[in-house]
């Protein structure tokens, strides 16, 4: 079965203070991992796509890297502004591969 | 920028009764989804949609629900007798292609249901 778990669950920054989010994946053949951003009572906001090992993606303070197992979100001197929490999918080959199956998130807080 | 719409944004129902949920999604895009999220949860894949039919469903897609395209811009879903269970917030999404490029997905801001 498909599984997303992401970790820390919650973490808690102080302005400039650089970090990473953690996903790992277990699924039939990826083909693709997604980030997103949901702030609260908001939809999900898409960031990036990564679809193969070794691939990166940056936007703003925000880098996402991609292994056979697991991808890393990094910020680098995030700002309160970042506060939200990041949510990790992947899509497979199994099934109806369209579907996104999701992690719980990491919420995110970065005070000044 | 293109974006996708809801409506309601919030609907409050009494247990038994019919609601429907209603979703414009980007022009161009061709592959349409419903996604639900509880409070506190998981985002929980409900359906796909493309060329006119279901093209996957989960297993909380019960007979309750129901998917329809009724004109060219609107994506509706209906769930035809509410329970308890379905308060939660209900996203609409959709995609550009089915394919391995362009299958981002963009979600909609949401419409929280609350069954009473």
């Known amino acids: 079965e498909d599984q997303v778990t992401q970790s820390p669950e919650a973490l808690r920054l102080q302005e400039g203070e650089s970090s990473s989010l953690n996903c790992s994946y277990t699924?039939?053949?990826?083909?693709?991992l997604f980030w997103y951003r949901q702030d609260p009572g908001k939809g999900p906001e898409f960031l990036f796509t990564?679809?193969?090992a070794g691939e990166e993606k940056e936007k703003e303070r925000l880098k996402a890297t991609l292994t056979k197992k697991e991808s890393f979100l990094h910020i680098t001197a995030p700002k309160p502004e970042d506060s939200a929490t990041y949510l990790c999918?992947?899509?497979?080959?199994?099934?109806?591969?369209?579907?996104?199956?999701f992690g719980a998130g990491t919420r995110l807080a970065v005070h000044p | 920028e293109p974006e996708v719409t809801q409506t309601p944004s919030h609907q409050v129902t009494q247990m038994g009764q019919e609601v429907i949920l209603r979703c414009v999604p980007i022009?161009?895009?061709?592959?349409f989804y419903w996604y639900r999220q509880i409070l506190g949860q998981k985002v929980e894949f409900l359906v796909s949609?493309?060329?006119?039919?279901?093209?996957?469903k989960s297993e909380i897609f019960d007979d309750q629900f129901s998917v329809e395209r009724p004109d060219g811009s609107n994506f509706t879903l209906k769930i035809r007798s509410t329970k308890l269970e379905d308060s939660a917030m209900y996203f609409c999404?959709?995609?550009?292609?089915?394919?391995?490029?362009?299958?981002?997905?963009?979600f909609g801001p949401g419409t929280r249901l609350t069954v009473l």
């Open positions: 949609f493309y060329n006119n039919e279901i093209s996957e």
């Open positions: 999404a959709s995609s550009e292609s089915p394919g391995l490029v362009y299958n981002e997905q963009f």
């Open positions: 999918a992947v899509q497979g080959f199994s099934g109806g591969y369209n579907k996104l199956i």
């Open positions: 699924v039939s053949g990826l083909r693709g």
């Open positions: 022009s161009n895009h061709l592959y």
């Open positions: 990564l679809y193969s």
